[in-house]
């Protein structure tokens, strides 16, 4: 068996990254993400597939429900300063939420997947380009394997 060599790194959003050496598919992530280290063996992939990871549409929801909750604190609250300043309060956290939608990027994830059921994913920083070709210089990677022999099953035949 030889040893693995690093072949390429790609970024993750989470601190981590992927790592491709020319056995392995490596994911090291940060303390606090739910992955801390994966791995798969490059000739168990049967599935890569990448996605479009879109805003979250929840905070701007939650935004504009409390910009018409601001307005309607404002009117009902018998103290005009007080209906005012909590107003402002909930007008401004509204605000909040409606830009981390527009300033939020949209991402990336890449998913390899095993013939064991085991899949190795994350999202990563990079543009869609990048994690294409990331997928393509796997794919190369995994095309350049030597078949193993090992894998098959020893089968007897008859002799004579």
């Known amino acids: 068996m030889t040893d693995a060599r690093f072949v390429m790194e790609l970024e993750s959003s989470d601190k981590g990254k992927f790592r491709l ?3 392995q598919i490596l ?3 940060d303390r606090e993400s739910a992955t801390v280290y994966s791995s798969l063996d490059l000739k168990d992939i049967t599935c ?3 996605f479009r990871r879109s805003r979250t549409r929840r905070s701007a929801i939650w935004g504009l ?3 018409f909750s601001a307005i309607g ?3 009902t609250i018998p103290s005009s300063t007080s209906g005012l300043i909590a107003g402002m309060a909930v007008a401004a956290i509204s605000l909040i939420l409606i ?3 527009w300033v939020r990027p949209t991402g990336v994830r890449l998913d390899f997947q095993s013939t064991h059921g085991k899949s190795v994913g994350g ?3 990079v543009k869609t380009e990048n ?3 990331f997928v393509r210089i796997v794919e190369d990677t995994k095309r350049k394997l030597l078949p193993s022999r090992l894998d098959t099953p020893y089968r007897n035949y008859p002799s004579g």
């Open 27 to 29: 994911l090291f992530g």
């Open 21 to 23: 050496t020319t056995n």
């Open 48 to 50: 890569i597939q990448i």
């Open 99 to 101: 830009a981390d939608y």
């Open 131 to 133: 994690a294409v070709e």
């Open 123 to 125: 999202n990563v920083t």
């Open 73 to 75: 604190l404002w009117q």
């Open 65 to 67: 429900i409390g910009l």
